[in-house]
């Protein structure tokens, strides 16, 4: 009898740390892998600074609002509150749920999207605004895509850290809260700044 209690708590044992293991799987998972693709895009929470400062780039400007790696959506959900029709793209489906989560409980869900996919595989080009938090690793090919998918009057908000190529037109903020603005336009009034990268990257 006494072997048979040992074997039941035994297998309750297993059992427990065997599910414990699971769940932490599951819950650490989304957040190392992206650590382990070619370009790393960790998620670092906005400051409130950083979102007053997107916010006043926004000033003035309508139309759809993309933020590109949307971490737990408070871009998103302070763009919706300013009356845009806020999408968020962002790899760990964790923050994306959380981001879901914000967003009805902020009363904004209706303005907003949040979407669990590769930044690579979205085409941007239906955005007349982009948001970004990137990291310099990713700047150089991000600008070249986005100059390819984005109509003339989009603006590009581009945080912690700038393009290398373009020029920004707005600058506010200081520091890590730095924000840089860039508008496309075509020319005859609306001219298209040329883009080119050699794989060294060059301007």
Not at 20 to 35: D, E, K, R
Not at 46 to 68: C, F, H, P, Y
Request: glycine content about 8%; charged content about 20%; hydrophobic content about 40%.
């Amino acid at each position: 009898e006494g072997g048979s209690r040992r074997r039941s708590w035994g297998l309750l044992v297993t059992a427990g740390v065997g599910g414990t293991l699971m769940a932490l799987y599951a819950v650490v998972t989304p957040f190392v892998t992206p650590a382990l693709r070619k370009v790393c895009l960790p998620f670092v929470p906005a400051t409130s600074t950083q979102i007053q400062n997107v916010l006043k780039m926004l000033e003035n400007r309508s139309g759809s609002l993309v933020d590109i790696g949307s971490g737990d959506g408070r871009i998103v959900i302070a763009a919706a509150k300013r009356g845009f029709k806020a999408v968020g793209y962002e790899l760990n489906p964790w923050l994306v749920w959380y981001s879901r989560y914000r967003a009805r409980r902020d009363g904004v869900h209706q303005n907003t999207k949040f979407y669990i996919s590769d930044l690579w595989k979205v085409s941007f080009s239906h955005y007349t605004n982009v948001v970004v938090f990137g990291v310099p690793q990713m700047m150089p090919q991000l600008e070249k895509k986005l100059e390819e998918e984005l109509e003339c009057n989009a603006r590009i908000i581009a945080c912690r850290f700038p393009f290398p190529c373009w020029i920004p037109d707005h600058t506010t903020g200081e520091g890590i809260d730095t924000v840089w603005a860039y508008d496309l336009k075509r020319s005859r009034g609306c001219e298209t700044k040329s883009l080119e990268i050699t794989p060294e990257a060059e301007c």
